[in-house]
């Protein structure tokens, strides 16, 4: 057998496996699919919400959730491109063909999809964060860790394109040229993106609690904040596997991990990114899932009557009241200002910031219908009985 057709030959008490090699690249496919599969379903019902629920345009983070959908698209297919051209196959079965320079330029171009999706999902979160509150210091963090992120991955993407001199010696070995290590680049943008995750993650906290919210408000807190543990969770799992990875002499079997840990952060990041702005599709479609006093006996429209003498009649006047609560108006998709002008101020702002500025409007609105039945009014027909109805309204802290 020509070893020359073979990336390299099997080590002292390895074989070589012409026919089914072993591989560990089972779980790539099932889990890519089924992640990009959710993170699309997520990122396509942001855009339905933002464009028919409420009615409105779309905003910069929506753009940037769809740029970082597009690219986890090119991720996913440049992966499963990986698979039929040597990954999660041993060194020794992969025919020197396939990888260089094919398998050499798709980990490259890997490589850029999954740093420039990770990346936009997380400028999508913190162009969100703009929406979420007008205090200036909040705002100026924002702009400098958007700032931050973009450079720190513009910075990364060069060092990895350029890596070689001449470039074309980063994935053909038939060129001779000098490369640098990619060992520190890229545990250095690992460990940037678990630092800047973790911050992204608590910078809304105070933001957040300091509006006024109903408490059924922070369902949809948990939930962005649970995914986004998860991202640095899935963040610095990738990181942990990447150090042995890049020393491996057996490269080809140990990336699958690598990649399924990939799908995972990237995918989590879109439906984190995704979350905030779901919540007007929910209360319009699935309310029961946010709005538990829609749920709650609480809310059912309660009755009480009962009977008290007229003055003076002989008659007895019956009082019947019918008292529910109305959800808080930031639980209904609300159409967006047409004009130029106040498009950009609900920009800057949410309905909860607004909530913020007029205290008035604290929470739930309490309806209470009275009906009285009888009068105490002469003038009262003597064929029939008088109805009279009163509606209150008052405003719950909730």
């Known amino acids: 057998m020509d070893e020359s057709l073979y990336v390299m030959p099997p080590p002292r008490g390895q074989v070589r496996t012409t026919v089914n090699p072993p591989s560990t690249a089972g779980g790539v496919l099932p889990v890519g699919i089924a992640t990009t599969a959710i993170a699309f379903v997520a990122v396509a019902l ?15 983070d929506d753009y940037l959730a769809l740029f970082a959908m597009a690219t986890a ?30 398998f050499l330029l798709t980990t490259l171009g890997v490589t850029i999809a999954h740093t420039t999706s990770v990346t936009f999902s997380k400028l999508s979160i913190l162009a969100f964060y703009l929406r979420l509150s007008l205090e200036k210091h909040f705002r100026w963090t924002v702009f400098g860790l958007i700032a931050i992120v973009t450079v720190y991955t513009v910075a990364y993407q060069f060092v990895i394109i350029f890596q070689c001199q001449p470039i074309q010696a980063g994935w053909d070995t038939s060129v001779k040229g000098k490369c640098i290590g990619k060992l520190v680049p890229m545990m ?33 807190i948990i939930l962005l904040f649970a995914t986004g543990i998860f991202v640095c969770a899935s963040a610095i799992e990738r990181t942990i596997l990447l150090l042995p990875l890049l020393e491996s002499s057996d490269y080809t079997w140990d990336v699958p991990p690598e990649m399924i840990w990939g799908f995972v952060e990237i995918n989590a990041g879109l439906i984190c990114a995704a979350v905030p702005a779901l919540k007007p599709f929910f209360m ?83 309806v209470v219908t009275t009906w009285k039945r009888g009068s105490e009014d002469a003038q009262t027909p003597s064929k029939g009985i008088g109805v009279t109805r009163e509606t209150t309204i008052s405003y719950d802290s909730g």
């Open 46 to 60: 942001r855009v339905f919400t933002r464009t028919y629920v409420m009615g409105g345009r779309l905003g910069n």
């Open 73 to 102: 698209l090119s991720y996913c297919g440049l992966v499963f491109r990986l698979v039929p051209l040597g990954a999660g196959k041993h060194m020794w079965d992969v025919l020197a063909m396939d990888y260089s320079p094919a």
């Open 188 to 220: 250095t943008l690992s460990a940037a993106h678990i630092v800047t995750d973790i911050i992204v993650l608590l910078m809304p906290v105070k933001a957040v609690w300091a509006l006024q919210m109903a408490r059924r408000q922070k369902v949809s």
């Open 284 to 366: 319009r479609y699935l309310p029961f899932i946010l709005s538990s006093k829609l749920r709650s006996p609480q809310t059912r429209s309660r009755y009480a009557s009962w009977s008290i003498p007229s003055n003076g009649s002989g008659r007895k006047q019956k009082t019947r009241v019918q008292t529910f609560d109305l959800p808080h108006i930031n639980e209904f998709p609300l159409d967006l200002p047409r004009s130029g002008t106040e498009r950009r101020e609900r920009n800057n702002s949410t309905v909860d910031s607004i909530d913020a500025q007029y205290p008035g409007r604290l929470g739930p609105a309490i």
